[in-house]
Nanobody, 123 residues
Framework: VQLQASGGGLVQAGAYLRLSCTIS????????VGWFRQAPGKEREFVAA????????YYTDSVKGRFTISRDKAKNTVYLQMNSLKPEDTAVYYC?????????????????WGQGTLVTVSS
């Protein structure tokens, strides 16, 4: 299983970005996918997760109402729409995948990781 994250960039506070995570797997539909982020000097933290069929989502409190996770099964891609960005959202964003239907916020529960994409939000 391979994951490729993209879509990061430099934006001003209040702007939006959409991150993409393209997954190469024998059966994309069997994987739950999560987004995590790591700011400089901080530990990696959970952002959002989506079930294999897109029917369930899970967000950390700090992004609820601003970020939306979704998946396009036809394109084997999971998206993270990030609106109303804040400087504290600045981080490298990683997508990760795990088999099964459960959603987890712990990075240890995910088996496969992409390379990360940098999001920088200026004030």
């Amino acid at each position: 299983v391979q994951l490729q994250a993209s879509g990061g960039g430099l934006v001003q506070a209040g702007a939006y970005l959409r991150l993409s995570c393209t997954i190469s797997a024998r059966d994309f539909r069997t994987y739950a996918v999560g987004w995590f982020r790591q700011a400089p000097g901080k530990e990696r933290e959970f952002v959002a997760a989506i079930s294999w069929n897109g029917g369930r989502t899970y967000y950390t409190d700090s992004v609820k109402g601003r970020f939306t996770i979704s998946r396009d099964k036809a394109k084997n891609t999971v998206y993270l729409q990030m609106n109303s960005l804040k400087p504290e959202d600045t981080a490298v964003y990683y997508c990760a995948a795990r088999g099964g239907s459960s959603l987890y916020s712990s990075a240890n529960e995910y088996d496969y990781w992409g390379q990360g994409t940098l999001v920088t939000v200026s004030s």
